[in-house]
């Protein structure tokens, strides 16, 4: 008995027949983000029913290479939010910035770009720009680079060949 570790979870992983069987094809697959993939393992690794293995916490770390606060994580996971919630990537709003230039916003950019520049200048550059929209009230506000990034992405740009 002294090799095995006693503990009494809070959490505890016993899947259906169904669910070792989605979790098998999910890692089978291979077209998941590693971290998915991982969990996935925990799950199977976790898992106490008959058809499951039932390793500690610490025997599922060291053998996936991860922490073993990621495995207890993935176990609370599965047992308040359900299976499906575990190999799901959840959104999190405030990680992606809201986009300064909207459909309406970015054609006027470029209908801007692409007309004549300024008195004085040969062409238009990302700070006259940046000033422009700003002072057109396209948008409120908006760095130089944020403008770079809008043209580059519609081939605005007055070398490329792909030119509308």
Do not use: H
């Not at 207890?72 to 300064?100: D, S």
Request: with cysteine; net charge positive.
């Amino acid at each position: 008995m002294a090799g095995k570790e006693i503990a009494v979870k809070k959490y505890v992983v016993r899947l259906s027949a169904d669910e070792r069987e989605k979790l098998t094809r999910f890692i089978g697959s291979g077209k998941r983000s590693a971290q998915l993939l991982t969990k996935a393992r925990i799950l199977l690794k976790a898992d106490v029913s008959g058809a499951g293995e039932g390793w500690s916490d610490s025997k599922i770390a060291e053998a996936l290479d991860t922490s073993v606060a990621n495995v207890e994580r993935t176990r609370r996971q599965l047992v308040e939010e359900g299976f499906e919630a575990v190999l799901i990537r959840k959104y999190n709003p405030k990680c992606a910035r809201p986009r300064i230039f909207d459909g309406a916003a970015e054609a006027k950019l470029i209908a801007l770009a692409c007309g004549p520049a300024p008195e004085g200048y040969a062409r238009w550059t990302l700070s006259l720009l940046e000033e422009k929209v700003v002072e057109l009230k396209i948008v409120e506000k908006a760095s130089d680079n944020t403008i770079g990034r809008t043209l580059k992405k519609t081939f605005s740009n007055r070398i490329s060949n792909s030119n509308g």
